[in-house]
T-cell receptor, first 113, second 118 residues
Framework: GQQLNQSPQSMFIQEGEDVSMNCTSS?????WLWYKQDPGEGPVLLIA???AGELTSNGRLTAQFGITRKDSFLNISASIPSDVGIYFCAGQYYAGNNRKLIWGLGTSLAVNP | GAVVSQHPSRVICKSGTSVKIECRSLDFQATTMFWYRQFPKQSLMLMATSNEGSKATYEQGVEKDKFLINHASLTLSTLTVTSAHPEDSSFYICSARAPGLASDETQYFGPGTRLLVL
């Protein structure tokens, strides 16, 4: 199926460093979502973006909905060991009466204490 | 709020048997639930969209007779993997959309069910 271009694929950083990851698409979305998934668990919503240009923060996390509606980025400031996990972006679109998600392939984050 | 549970969390079964996975919205009513499948180190792949009281809509390539979905109430959807085979082994995750919450566009995910078919 269709997927978003998410980069980087993986990151290995030192505790305290800032992290940036992004997703791009050839399609326009009305909503961008960022999720974090821990091993053996379902994805947990971090930030939801609903308007082009919107910049939203959730604690140390900041995400933006690109002005073209075809991209989004997620920044994590001052990383800590519990930030370890896989981060997925997802773009939401309308399919008939349903809203569906298209997913990025994920960014695997490792934090060295 | 917006908690979704799945049961069982993991299951091991013999080839040829059927397995039922339950997805429940615990503190909200979910008119729409989604079923995903995830292989190791890969992203989530949507299998089907389940609307309460109607037949599920399956994604292209997903066998509806193989993966039976029932969304009989606003808080429960079930996925039954019929005549399971080793290639059906995977991580199955459900999600629910919650109209009436602050945003009804967000999908809330269950913790997933690990299926291993021997």
């Amino acid at each position: 199926g269709q997927q978003l271009n998410q980069s980087p694929q993986s990151m290995f950083i030192q505790e305290g460093e800032d992290v940036s990851m992004n997703c791009t698409s050839s399609s326009i979305f009305n909503t961008w979502l960022w999720y974090k998934q821990d091993p053996g668990e379902g994805p947990v919503l971090l930030i939801a973006l609903y308007k082009a240009g919107e910049l939203t923060s959730n604690g140390r996390l900041t995400a933006q909905f690109g002005i073209t509606r075809k991209d989004s980025f997620l920044n994590i400031s001052a990383s800590i060991p519990s930030d370890v996990g896989i981060y997925f972006c997802a773009g939401q679109y309308y399919a008939g009466n349903n809203r569906k998600l298209i997913w990025g392939l994920g960014t695997s984050l490792a934090v060295n204490p | 709020g917006a908690v979704v549970s799945q049961h069982p969390s993991r299951v091991i079964c013999k080839s040829g048997t059927s397995v039922k996975i339950e997805c429940r919205s615990l503190d909200f009513q979910a008119t729409t639930m989604f079923w995903y499948r995830q292989f190791p180190k890969q992203s989530l792949m949507l299998m089907a969209t389940s609307n309460e009281g109607s037949k599920a809509t399956y994604e292209q390539g997903v066998e509806k007779d193989k993966f039976l979905i029932n969304h009989a109430s606003l808080t429960l959807s079930t996925l039954t993997v019929t005549s399971a085979h080793p290639e059906d082994s995977s991580f199955y995750i459900c999600s629910a959309r919650a109209p009436g919450l602050a945003s009804d566009e967000t999908q809330y995910f269950g913790p997933g069910t690990r299926l291993l078919v021997l």
